[in-house]
């Protein structure tokens, strides 16, 4: 999971000065809080710390309570510093879904556009499970026209995307795959992306593949996590391989698995069995997040960026996390 709560504190994982997410920088959520609306948001990380701490985190479920974040400030700091070190740094809300349909949240929303057109030198990483509901969102920001914020959701709406915006969907299996990603291509992005995370099930993203920038893949991790075969990462890698598409193999979780014997498998000490067949499993990571224990063929993470300076590039190669130039993928509606 992005945040673990063994061992640090749940105000910490408020605001992430530098994230445990390996492909992201900072975390900042305009809003805490979310409710449950399909298979992957099962075993949420965030949802446990709100039963914890509610007053932080917010209450889940749809009526639940919303926590607006009072520290607006921090993104601005980041993008000072980021400025300062002539990099580009990413940011990525955890703890919400941007797009939740809720009216009492347009002011924080609205809010997050404006900061967004405020902190150039940082890239937004906006995650959703609701693609549908980007227009009707927008297009009541922009009729209230009130904020600055409002003027820009009818920019993007009229095709002017963010340019240091990155859309992305979560997908878990393939019907979800077919619900969301044709309606993340309608939406202009400077990038789009998707996390296939938690991985439930075999993904087919063919049909939509040549109009992604990048695709983000991990087993699920934590207690009570659901198994991840190995063979829908590979499936995931090599569509991207095929298409140019940038691929970043997040973690392998809690219950990887292999689903043929032959196939090589990741070292672990206990052996677990599952109807698809065995892994050995030696518990480095809980959430399978150790590089060196995965098949060498997983072994990939890409980074898409957009005006990556030879000072990002070079470091982020000698992290093995390479930068991809993605400034010639079509960026407005189809």
């Given at each position: 999971?992005?945040?673990?709560?063994?061992g640090i504190s749940l105000r910490r994982c408020l605001v992430a000065e530098n994230t445990k997410i390996q492909w992201a920088t900072h975390?900042?959520?305009p809003h805490r809080g979310c409710a449950k609306i399909s298979p992957g948001c099962a075993n949420c990380y965030a949802?446990?710390?709100s039963h914890r701490n509610p007053g932080l985190f917010g209450v889940w479920g749809v009526n639940g309570n919303r926590v607006i974040n009072a520290d607006w400030d921090k993104p601005l700091a980041w993008d000072r510093k980021a400025a300062k070190l002539g990099e580009r740094h990413r940011v990525f809300p955890s703890l919400c879904d941007p797009f939740e349909d809720r009216e009492d949240l347009d002011g924080s929303r609205s809010r997050l556009l404006e900061l967004i057109s405020k902190t150039p030198n940082l890239?937004?990483?906006l995650l959703t499970k609701r693609p549908e509901n980007w227009r009707p969102l927008m297009q009541r920001l922009a009729n209230a026209g009130v904020s600055d914020g409002d003027c820009l959701a009818g920019d993007w709406l009229a095709g002017n995307p963010p340019a240091n915006v990155w859309l992305g969907v979560s997908v878990e299996n393939q019907e979800y795959a077919d619900k969301r990603l044709p309606i993340l291509l309608q939406i202009p992005a400077a990038i789009r992306w998707v996390s296939y995370e938690p991985a439930l099930g075999l993904v087919d993203f063919k049909p939509h593949i040549w109009d992604i920038d990048w695709i983000v893949c991990g087993g699920e991790s934590g207690p009570r996590a659901r198994p991840f075969d190995l063979r829908w990462a590979e499936a995931a890698r090599d569509q991207c391989k095929e298409t140019d598409v940038l691929f970043f193999m997040k973690q392998a979780g809690s219950r990887p698995i292999m689903s043929s014997d032959e196939a090589n498998p990741i070292k672990r000490a206990v052996c677990e069995k599952y109807?698809?067949?065995?892994i050995e499993r030696h518990i480095t990571d809980p959430k399978g997040g150790a590089i060196e224990e995965w098949p060498e063929d997983l072994r990939v993470r890409e980074i898409p960026v957009v005006g990556a300076t030879p000072a990002e590039i070079k470091k982020a190669e000698a992290k093995g996390m390479p930068l991809f130039d993605s400034t010639e993928k079509e960026t407005g509606l189809e």
């Open positions: 999971m992005w945040c673990d709560f063994l975390t900042w959520s949802e446990r710390g890239d937004w990483l109807n698809a067949g065995w």
